[in-house]
């Protein structure tokens, strides 16, 4: 059974700092390009980050600067770093593990954890 689990997210004043978490289980994980999408109140689910299986890593332009994404292989997780945090950066934030196998796409997501960003 594959399991993506989130956590880190909570309330934070703006100019704050998160890190986020993503320890997934039941997959190869060093096989996966891992990222990080968020979705606010009312607008479409948004990629902020994302890493390959090989460590390349890209950014929204929103989030550049900002935001670090990172891998542990040995520990199967990911992490997203969030400094200087903004009210706008408020959402959702989901993990996602892809991977194409041959023909076949393999797709995971995790529950998502909330971030909120406000004085």
């Known amino acids: 059974q594959v399991q993506l689990v989130e956590s880190g997210g909570g309330l934070v004043q703006p100019g704050g700092s998160l890190r986020l978490s993503c320890a997934a289980s039941g997959i190869i994980f060093r096989r996966y390009a891992i990222g990080w999408y968020r979705q606010a109140p009312g607008k479409q689910r948004e990629v902020v980050a994302t890493?390959?299986?090989?460590?390349?890593?890209d950014y929204a332009d929103s989030v550049k600067g900002r935001f670090t994404i990172s891998r542990d292989n040995a520990n199967n997780t990911v992490y997203l770093q969030m400094n200087s945090l903004k009210p706008e950066d408020t959402a959702v934030y989901y993990c996602?593990?892809?991977?194409?196998?041959?023909?076949?796409?393999?797709?995971?997501w995790g529950q998502g954890t909330q971030v909120t960003v406000s004085s």
């Open positions: 996602n593990a892809n991977v194409r196998i041959g023909i076949t796409p393999y797709d995971y």
């Open positions: 890493i390959t299986n090989g460590g390349t890593t």
